[in-house]
């Protein structure tokens, strides 16, 4: 079975995100410390949406949903 690659990693505070390339899609990895919260799978779209949205969540712009924690 084929593993996830990491990509990226982008941190601020305690914030952190990392985005894996994982067949014909992306996955976003959040973090709060330690703790990783879940993540988000990005579809149909480029490796720059996927690092797009890690630094927006890194940033604070956005949250998970309740359907994507603990994903993965």
Same mark, same amino acid.
């Given at each position: 079975? $084929? @593993?996830?690659?990491?990509? +990226?990693?982008?941190?601020?505070? =305690?914030? =952190? /995100? $990392?985005?894996? @390339?994982? +067949?014909? +899609?992306?996955?976003?990895?959040?973090? +709060? !410390?330690?703790e990783?919260? !879940?993540?988000?799978?990005? =579809?149909?779209?480029? %490796?720059?949406? /996927? $690092?797009? /949205? /890690? %630094?927006?969540?890194?940033? !604070?712009?956005? $949250?998970? %949903?309740? @359907? %994507?924690?603990?994903?993965?």
């Amino acid at each position: 079975m $084929e @593993k996830p690659i990491l990509l +990226h990693s982008y941190w601020r505070d =305690k914030r =952190k /995100a $990392e985005v894996y @390339k994982y +067949h014909d +899609h992306y996955i976003v990895r959040c973090y +709060h !410390g330690d703790e990783m919260l !879940g993540t988000r799978i990005i =579809k149909e779209h480029s %490796e720059r949406y /996927a $690092e797009d /949205a /890690a %630094e927006n969540y890194v940033d !604070g712009l956005w $949250e998970l %949903e309740d @359907k %994507e924690h603990g994903i993965f």
